[in-house]
């Protein structure tokens, strides 16, 4: 019903910057939240950062100062712009939105493929 498709991520030096993108589309009647989590080898999912259809956004603390969050809710995508980016912040990350779907009262979460950033040099 509801797909998202993430940016190509990439390689990147450390200190250097990434910008990527999460396009939703289906069956969307409203999305309220939409955001960013990442899986490094090893490790479980965490959360990196999310933004409420209000503007209201969170981040984790090992990304504060470095990373933004921002929607455009007229094309239902999400954008994570990385800067000073460090190898930890090496991971697979994950496009995430709670969407309520037409013809629905309640909101589903959704996932998108995933997108690989390894900061190495």
């Known amino acids: 019903q509801v797909q998202l498709v993430e940016s190509a991520g990439g390689l990147v030096q450390p200190g250097g910057s990434l910008r990527l993108s999460c396009a939703a589309s289906?069956?969307?009647?409203?999305?309220?939240?939409m955001g960013w989590y990442r899986q490094a080898p090893g490790k479980q999912r965490e959360l990196v950062a999310t933004a409420t259809n209000g503007d209201s956004t969170n981040y984790a603390d090992s990304v504060k100062g470095r990373f933004t969050i921002s929607r455009d809710n007229a094309k239902n995508t999400v954008y994570l712009q990385m800067n000073s980016l460090k190898p930890e912040d090496t991971a697979v990350y994950y496009c995430?939105?709670?969407?309520?779907?037409?013809?629905?009262?309640?909101?589903?979460?959704?996932w998108g493929q995933g997108t690989q950033v390894t900061v190495s040099s």
């Open positions: 995430n939105a709670h969407v309520q779907v037409q013809s629905s009262n309640y909101y589903s979460t959704y």
């Open positions: 289906g069956s969307i009647f409203r999305i309220y939240a």
